[in-house]
């Protein structure tokens, strides 16, 4: 079964961090596995969401208008 971020313990979350160049001290294994955790769970959340005819943010332009003059 493969390996999801649900599943990510303390000590992976050291050897990860390692592997990228990234060792984190002890004390801070707890807070980084929790955390990737917690973001993982928004991610899933967003995936979920239907943007249907939504364009992306790019093509916005905060404090115009779509009909105004210029």
Do not use: C, K, N
Not at 24 to 53: K, N
Request: net charge negative.
């Amino acid at each position: 079964m493969p390996h999801t971020i649900t599943d990510l313990t303390p000590p992976e979350v050291a050897r990860w961090a390692e592997r990228s160049g990234l060792p984190l001290p002890a004390d801070r294994h707890d807070a980084v596995a929790a955390t990737a955790q917690h973001i993982h769970s928004v991610v899933s959340v967003l995936r979920e969401l239907d943007f249907g005819e939504i364009p992306p943010a790019a093509s916005y332009r905060a404090g115009e208008s779509p009909d105004a003059a210029v």
